[in-house]
């Protein structure tokens, strides 16, 4: 069926509760999607849907769509952050959840201990002569009327709706254990037995469910933990009336507007994203970056909200609040990822879908089949039950939902903000990355490299009258001169009679001298020493006085110190790296030999439609590109690119062009993201190739009786701990 895109689009998601395998969430897709003008995805690991619709649907509509099915759904609000607000009433149920289960789990298996050793143990059984069949049966009774309520009730409301899931397996599988050892004791027909079956398969499969229950948990504990990061109350800079005095005083966050200042001591919490106004400190960016080393701020820098001040105290004025801060951006990209699909797990959940009524149909065909070859009804049970048992497809709708959960958690942790599992697939074929120069190979902000003087003429004293003439000017390089001036304590004189001249230079009197800061063409005499300069990498302007050049000053930006790095850690990925830059062909060089790109891989004086153009071509010539940029002037790039990254301390246009969003201003980064994604990929493909093989040699094992309906239960239970606790080992994932 195809479902049309709806028209004035909105979007809710719901808190899914009820879900317990993959058929689970397939059926609730299948239903929401079938509702006009509405696009659902369900993911069973998350326990969330995330659902697009438009008029005339409601959310009313929605809700009531997915309790028709059997399940409980619930609106998530949004809290002040822009996050799922309902988070923590989440987690509460998720803790009384877990306790009830650990609870079930916990008596299911001490009982059916006590069963399996008078059932399978023949002293034991001895011992205990004609009382043993009674004493099982009062042993298992409240196993399968209590412990194993949960798989009841659901297959209960699976078949009132004509549908069925893992639930209904587990049920039909212990209940026909049951119900045969029951009529036999009562009966005395047969002397066999299964009591230790329907109690033991019970006391595995809780157990499973618990361990995938908690190792679950602890995957989105990383999401959880960003949920939580924000300051709960803040200090904030009030006029009194009476006096005009600042005074400070305690609001909750949620009440902070843009503009306000609050106080920020050291070991707070930075309330919400804001500018520096007063004080100096270094705060500790960890969370949004993966950063562990704390960020010197001071007067005019920009902190983060979630982040801690560690030795200052500082005044900040607030610049974004609520849902459009940093923090709450971050969560909403995580939360965006995890809920979404990759076109792989799609796959499973289609096999998810008719695989429950396929293994129904297999587990009465070989239960009349071994009827039918001559057997007992007792012998032809036994199969039977183990087909029920083995065939619960647990694992295959966990094996991509619990990777991506821990994946993009994991990344959120290191500074990487994946947007969509999708994306991992891409990851997978990229095979060449562009970097933008400016801002993502460089540190952005140019810097005074060299001064070149002529005859006795002291450096010191070249970069005192550039910086005079420079200091009234907001020019990038007029700036980096100034700061260099300060840097050495040079005490910068007044200037009097300045004059600008556009796309040249500027002129001024500096003690009672006319000095001269440009291009070549405003001195009559410019000295070979000086002329050699310019062709050095960079911008350089001279400096002079009485029409002659004195001095040559060099500024450019830096490479920053882990961009060589990053170019390596890229190579060994098997990543063909190329540079793209709007800078003259002579800097752009300089810089890729500086980080080590070829130089017959860089694209110099690149204008932002330039940009566009040279991905399209490298991708015409058969190349999967990946494009690394933090301005506006990449976002088309970044749009039209294989795979879009953006560099988190660039434009909001680059960063919502972009796949992945790299919080720290750092390309080694840009490695971690693709190993990470490539890593998440890999360990989605591990889970699905356990559980498709888990399923496909079972089946048959089980239906021609070489497998016990008991060992069954617990090959089943571990299957799924097996994915689950694969997928945690992304948690440690670093390079």
């Not at 001269?516 to 960079?538: I, N, S």
């Not at 590109?625 to 560099?647: C, F, K, R």
């Not at 989605?684 to 399923?695: D, E, R, V």
């Given at each position: ?10 979007q ?6 009820g ?16 509702l ?32 028709s ?24 149920h ?14 299911a298996l ?5 069963v ?7 002293p ?14 009062v042993?298992t ?9 949960p ?15 893992m639930?209904?397996l587990?049920?039909?599988?212990v ?12 009966t ?8 230790e ?6 006391a ?17 504990s990383?999401l ?10 803040v200090a ?6 009476a ?22 001591r ?5 309330a ?11 705060v ?20 983060t ?21 940093t ?12 809920t979404?699909?990759?076109?792989v797990?799609?796959?499973a ?36 039950v183990?087909?029920?048992i083995?065939?619960c497809?647990?694992?295959l ?11 993009t ?13 999708q ?6 074929r ?11 190979l ?20 070249a970069?005192?009258a550039?910086?005079?003439?420079e ?32 796309g ?21 005499t ?56 709007g ?8 810089v ?9 891989r ?21 190349k999967?590109v ?18 879009g ?10 960063m ?7 919080m720290?201003?750092?390309?080694t ?42 060992i ?11 994915v689950?606790l ?10």
């Amino acid at each position: 069926m195809t479902t049309p895109t709806p028209t004035s689009e909105q979007q809710v998601d719901l808190a899914i509760t009820g879900m317990t395998c993959a058929s689970c969430s397939a059926r609730i897709e299948r239903k929401l999607n079938k509702l006009e003008g509405v696009q659902a995805s369900v993911n069973l690991a998350t326990e969330k849907a995330r659902v697009a619709y438009a008029d005339p649907v409601t959310v009313d509509d929605i809700v009531a769509t997915v309790r028709s099915a059997g399940y409980g759904a619930d609106p998530l609000d949004e809290g002040p952050g822009g996050d799922s607000g309902s988070a923590p009433p989440a987690d509460t149920h998720d803790l009384v959840g877990d306790r009830s289960l650990r609870l079930r789990a916990a008596v299911a298996l001490a009982l059916a201990a006590a069963v399996v050793v008078i059932a399978m143990v023949p002293p034991v059984s001895e011992a205990l002569g004609g009382a043993a069949p009674w004493l099982e049966l009062v042993l298992t009774t409240p196993v399968y009327l209590w412990a194993a309520w949960p798989f009841h009730r659901a297959a209960a409301i699976n078949a009132r709706h004509l549908s069925s899931t893992m639930d209904t397996l587990v049920s039909l599988g212990v209940t026909a254990a049951y119900v045969w050892s029951l009529t036999a004791v009562l009966t005395g027909f047969t002397e066999h037995l299964y009591f230790e079956v329907a109690a033991a398969v019970t006391a595995f499969l809780l157990v499973g469910r618990y361990i995938e229950s908690r190792a679950k948990a602890t995957g989105r504990s990383a999401l959880t933990s960003l949920l939580t990061l924000g300051a709960k109350d803040v200090a904030v800079l009030r006029t009194d009336p009476a006096s005009g005095a600042w005074t400070e005083q305690r609001v909750p966050t949620d009440q902070l507007e843009v503009g306000a200042r609050f106080v920020v001591r050291p070991g707070e919490k930075i309330a919400t994203d804001g500018v520096v106004v007063e004080g100096h400190s270094a705060v500790d960016t960890s969370m949004v970056t993966g950063e562990s080393m704390p960020v010197e701020v001071s007067v005019d820098d920009q902190v983060t909200g979630g982040t801690v001040n560690g030795s200052g105290r500082l005044v900040v004025q607030a610049t974004r609040v609520g849902s459009e801060t940093t923090l709450a951006q971050i969560t909403r990209l995580v939360e965006e990822a995890q809920t979404g699909k990759a076109p792989v797990q799609r796959l499973a959940d289609r096999i998810s879908a008719v695989f429950v009524p396929a293994v129904l149909v297999a587990a009465t065909l070989t239960f009349l089949l071994w009827l039918l070859t001559g057997s007992t009804l007792a012998a032809a049970l036994e199969p039977a039950v183990a087909v029920l048992i083995i065939a619960c497809p647990c694992a295959l709708g966990l094996a991509t939902p619990t990777a991506l959960l821990t994946g993009t958690s994991r990344g959120a942790q290191l500074g990487v903000l994946i947007k969509g599992p999708q994306i991992l697939e891409s990851t997978r074929r990229v095979d060449s990355v562009v970097l933008d120069k400016t801002g993502t190979l460089t540190v952005g902000e140019p810097s005074l490299q060299s001064i070149t003087t002529t005859g006795r003429l002291p450096k010191d004293a070249a970069l005192k009258a550039a910086a005079a003439v420079e200091d009234g000017s907001e020019h990038p390089i007029a700036r980096a001169i100034v700061d260099a001036a300060r840097q050495a304590r040079i005490e910068i004189p007044e200037v009097r009679h300045f004059t600008g001249l556009p796309g040249q230079g500027a002129r001024g009197t500096v003690n009672d001298v006319e000095v001269t800061v440009g291009k070549p063409d405003l001195f009559g005499t410019v000295p070979d020493e000086l002329r050699a300069a310019l062709d050095t990498a960079g911008t350089t302007v001279l400096v002079g006085w009485d029409d002659v050049a004195r001095a040559a000053l060099t500024v450019a930006d830096e490479p920053r110190p882990t961009s060589a790095e990053a170019i390596t850690r890229l190579r060994e990925l098997g990543l063909t790296p190329y540079l793209l830059t709007g800078d003259n062909e002579q800097t752009a060089r300089a810089v890729a030999a500086q980080v080590g790109i070829d130089p017959e891989r860089v694209r110099a004086g690149v204008l932002p439609q330039d940009k566009y153009a040279e991905v399209a071509t490298l991708q015409e010539a058969g190349k999967v590109v990946a494009m690394v940029g933090d301005g506006v002037n990449d976002a088309a790039a970044l749009a039209q690119a294989d795979l879009g990254m953006a560099m988190g301390s660039g434009t909001d246009v680059a960063m919502n062009s972009a796949d992945i969003v790299l919080m720290r201003p750092d390309v080694t980064t840009v490695a971690r993201a693709i190993g990470l994604s490539r890593r998440t990929l890999h360990i989605i493909k591990q889970n699905l190739f356990w559980a498709f093989a888990y399923n496909t040699a079972a089946i048959p094992l089980a239906a021609f009786g070489l497998l016990n309906p008991m060992i069954a239960g617990a090959a089943m239970a571990a299957s799924s701990v097996i994915v689950v606790l694969n997928s945690q080992r992304l948690r440690g994932y670093d390079r």
